[in-house]
């Protein structure tokens, strides 16, 4: 079993911060941001790729939810999905990012972009 769903069953603490019979939203455990949440749905999908549209569109309310809780709503914030293994995707459970609490640089560079320039 993944370590959200054993996030999701119980087995693996989380610090909360907003659930319902289908989503869970948690801190990240290694924060790259002042506000770090993960938005999970409790049912294993393996990423957005694999994810039903209508999952989404249930989603979609839950995350915004996620973001007045911490007033994101009214300063912004920054919503990433890692897709796979470019995207950088870690642990195979879809999980939405949600930074915010200081102005987020933008853009990321790829690392291939990266390593020809130190060349
Ligand atoms: P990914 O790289 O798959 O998009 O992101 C995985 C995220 O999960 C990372 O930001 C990492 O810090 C976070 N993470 C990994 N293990 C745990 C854990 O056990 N608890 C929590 N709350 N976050 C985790
Ligand atoms: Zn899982």
């Known amino acids: 079993m993944c370590i959200f769903c054993k996030i999701v069953k119980g087995e693996l603490p989380a610090n909360k911060v ?8 948690f801190h990240d455990i ?4 002042p506000i770090h949440i993960l938005i999970i749905p409790k049912e294993h999908i393996e990423n ?6 209508e999952v989404m569109g ?3 309310p839950f ?4 973001a007045r809780i911490f007033e994101l709503d009214k300063t912004g914030y920054r919503l990433i999905t890692n897709n796979g293994k470019n995207g ?3 642990i195979m459970h879809l999980h939405f990012h949600m930074l915010g609490g200081a102005k ?6 790829a690392i291939e972009q990266e ?4 060349i």
């Not at 290694?30 to 941001?33: E, H, I, N």
């Not at 995350?63 to 996620?66: A, F, L, P, R, S």
């Not at 390593?115 to 130190?118: E, S, V």
């Open 18 to 25: 907003l659930e319902n019979q289908e989503f869970l939203a």
């Open 30 to 33: 290694s924060p790259k941001a």
């Open 48 to 53: 957005f790729q694999s994810c039903p549209g």
């Open 58 to 60: 249930r989603m979609t």
């Open 63 to 66: 995350i915004q939810e996620v």
């Open 88 to 90: 950088g995707q870690e």
């Open 104 to 109: 987020l640089t933008w853009p990321y560079q």
């Open 115 to 118: 390593a020809k320039r130190n």
